[in-house]
């Protein structure tokens, strides 16, 4: 049997810059992140100091403006790094995809001001974002959050609510908070940069999950946290258009820590089946499992297709809300099926923790929910095709 030890991914890269940033990235997931994965997130330890070397590095900022500290790379390029970070693991890739969605509201539709004196630590200064949509009463039907922005008589604003399932709850520098500042619906929502040492700002105990459990998700509650005008992010009533665009971003990263975890899943299963002997062969010479793996590399390729493709017309300033809704809704789905699929080729072994084929597994399952549920992209999707839905 030839030896059939996984290669790295071969990646279209546009310059140099990009090839040494994916060198960089990769010596870092090897040596950095890689080796202490599964005992982190069996010890349920968000590794605090990883994101501090990633800023130290550059790499909390890349698709943002290199005038206030980003590292001013395409999406394309960005999202070939995340799905390097996932595929070490997850808790980091998706740490640096939801760091840069927080990041995304100041830098996108903050004021010169603003972003002059607020971005530099975010995108390279070593701190830490959260984005703060959901709420315990509203998921997928977010425009119906009732967290509430008040103005006290100073011109200050003061919020308060319960935001859930807060990824960096309660560890984050930063929380990029959608509130009402007005009527119901989506376009009486408003966006707020709020520190994370504010007073009355708190988090609760993390959620017990299912998987990634190194990365804290928690509620996070907001008892009268003042913040001044000057922390309010675009103009009053944009904040759910601004959480939207957003999202858009967002759900290609996502959908490129999905291909991470699903190329970590079929390394595992492809270097599993050379190796594991039965009937007096390597398990890889049967059929029954060569198609497997053959449609498992086949999906993984389609997926980054797909998501370069939407990330290269966001990066020609085209329109790309459609392509990320599918890119999302395609990669984690086929980051479910791989992870599953790596379990069975490691038979009774990939039921255990002695392999990471189950970790994969679990942590495949909540990109199918996260930023947008698997149903709500369909939604997106039909809504681009179709037009809206008629009551
Ligand atoms: C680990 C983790 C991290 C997260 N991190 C963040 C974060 O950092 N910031 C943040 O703001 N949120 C975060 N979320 C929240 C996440 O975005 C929501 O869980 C998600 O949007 C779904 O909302 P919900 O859980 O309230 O489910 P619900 O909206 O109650 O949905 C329940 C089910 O109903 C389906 N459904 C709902 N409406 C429809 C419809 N119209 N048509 C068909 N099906 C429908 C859904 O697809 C789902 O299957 C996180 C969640 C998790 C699990």
Same mark, same amino acid.
């Given at each position: 049997?030839?030896?059939?030890?996984?290669?790295?991914?071969d990646r279209?890269?546009?310059t140099?810059?990009?090839?040494?940033?994916?060198?960089?990235?990769?010596?870092?997931?090897q040596? =950095?992140?890689?080796?202490?994965?599964?005992e982190?997130?069996?010890?349920e330890? +968000?590794?605090? =100091?990883?994101?501090?070397l990633? #800023?130290?590095?550059?790499?909390?900022?890349?698709?943002?403006d290199?005038?206030?500290g980003?590292?001013?790379?395409?999406?394309e390029?960005?999202?070939?790094?995340?799905?390097?970070?996932?595929?070490?693991r997850?808790?980091?890739?998706?740490?640096? #995809?939801?760091?840069?969605?927080?990041?995304?509201?100041l830098? #996108?539709?903050?004021?010169?001001?603003?972003?002059?004196?607020?971005?530099?630590?975010?995108?390279?200064?070593?701190?830490?974002?959260a984005? !703060?949509?959901?709420?315990?009463a509203?998921?997928s $039907?977010?425009?119906?959050?009732?967290?509430?922005?008040v103005?006290?008589?100073?011109?200050?604003?003061?919020?308060?609510?319960?935001?859930?399932w807060? *990824?960096?709850?309660?560890?984050?520098?930063?929380?990029?908070?959608?509130?009402? *500042?007005?009527?119901e619906g989506?376009?009486?929502?408003t966006?707020?940069?709020?520190?994370? $040492?504010? =007073?009355g700002?708190?988090a609760?105990?993390?959620?017990k999950?299912?998987?990634?459990k190194?990365?804290?998700?928690?509620?996070?509650?907001?008892?009268?946290?003042?913040?001044?005008?000057?922390r309010?992010?675009?103009?009053?009533?944009?904040?759910?258009?601004i959480?939207?665009?957003?999202?858009?971003?967002?759900?290609?990263?996502?959908?490129?820590c999905?291909?991470?975890?699903?190329q970590?899943?079929?390394?595992e299963?492809?270097?599993?089946?050379? =190796?594991?002997r039965?009937?007096?062969?390597p398990?890889a $010479? +049967?059929q029954g499992?060569?198609?497997?793996?053959a449609?498992?590399?086949?999906?993984?390729e389609?997926?980054?297709?797909?998501?370069?493709?939407?990330?290269?017309?966001?990066?020609a300033?085209?329109?790309?809300?459609?392509?990320?809704?599918?890119?999302?809704?395609? !990669?984690? $789905?086929?980051?479910?099926?791989?992870?599953t699929?790596?379990?069975?080729?490691?038979?009774?072994?990939?039921?255990?923790?002695? +392999?990471?084929?189950?970790?994969?597994m679990?942590?495949?399952?909540?990109?199918?929910?996260?930023?947008? *549920?698997?149903?709500?992209?369909?939604?997106?999707?039909?809504?681009h095709?179709?037009g809206?839905? *008629?009551?």
């Amino acid at each position: 049997m030839p030896d059939r030890a996984p290669q790295p991914v071969d990646r279209q890269l546009p310059t140099d810059e990009a090839r040494d940033l994916i060198s960089l990235v990769r010596d870092i997931a090897q040596h =950095e992140i890689a080796p202490k994965a599964a005992e982190d997130e069996a010890a349920e330890r +968000f590794p605090r =100091e990883l994101f501090t070397l990633l #800023s130290e590095s550059g790499l909390l900022g890349l698709p943002y403006d290199s005038e206030y500290g980003g590292g001013d790379q395409p999406y394309e390029v960005y999202l070939q790094v995340l799905e390097e970070l996932a595929a070490a693991r997850l808790t980091v890739g998706l740490g640096v #995809s939801v760091h840069t969605l927080a990041s995304y509201a100041l830098a #996108s539709f903050g004021s010169k001001e603003q972003r002059a004196e607020h971005l530099p630590a975010m995108l390279g200064g070593g701190l830490l974002g959260a984005y !703060c949509l959901s709420e315990p009463a509203s998921g997928s $039907d977010a425009a119906s959050l009732r967290t509430r922005a008040v103005r006290d008589g100073g011109g200050d604003w003061v919020i308060t609510g319960t935001k859930a399932w807060i *990824t960096h709850g309660g560890v984050a520098d930063f929380y990029t908070v959608m509130a009402r *500042t007005g009527e119901e619906g989506p376009r009486g929502i408003t966006a707020f940069l709020v520190p994370g $040492d504010a =007073e009355g700002l708190s988090a609760a105990v993390p959620e017990k999950k299912m998987g990634m459990k190194g990365s804290p998700t928690a509620q996070v509650h907001l008892d009268g946290v003042r913040v001044p005008d000057a922390r309010r992010i675009g103009e009053e009533g944009q904040g759910f258009a601004i959480a939207l665009s957003a999202l858009d971003g967002g759900r290609l990263g996502i959908a490129a820590c999905a291909i991470g975890v699903a190329q970590a899943a079929l390394d595992e299963a492809l270097g599993y089946a050379t =190796e594991r002997r039965q009937f007096g062969r390597p398990i890889a $010479d +049967f059929q029954g499992l060569r198609f497997m793996l053959a449609d498992m590399a086949t999906q993984i390729e389609a997926g980054r297709a797909l998501y370069l493709a939407a990330a290269r017309l966001r990066d020609a300033g085209r329109p790309f809300a459609k392509q990320a809704a599918m890119a999302k809704l395609h !990669c984690t $789905d086929t980051a479910m099926r791989v992870t599953t699929d790596a379990v069975q080729i490691l038979g009774g072994y990939g039921y255990t923790a002695d +392999f990471p084929a189950e970790r994969y597994m679990r942590e495949a399952k909540v990109l199918q929910i996260v930023e947008g *549920t698997n149903q709500i992209q369909r939604m997106v999707i039909a809504r681009h095709l179709a037009g809206p839905e *008629t009551r």
